[in-house]
């Protein structure tokens, strides 16, 4: 079994985790409304996801 001859130092193993980023989510807009709202699933505005509402929302 292979076995580390040294101790990896910190900057080596930071350097290596520069690229475990995450990345920003992708947003749309919501073709009903216009906001800005999260791919694929409902608009949290409007309450529709692909045409049709299936959110209800409280009208005050």
């Not at 292979?2 to 807009?29: C, E, G, I």
């Amino acid at each position: 079994m292979a076995v580390p001859k040294r101790k990896t130092s910190k900057s080596v193993a930071r350097k290596r985790r520069t690229h475990y980023k995450t990345d920003a989510p992708n947003v749309s807009v919501c073709p009903e409304c216009g906001e800005p709202k999260m791919m694929h699933q409902a608009c949290p505005d409007c309450g529709s996801y692909k045409g049709r509402s299936v959110l209800a929302k409280d009208e005050e």
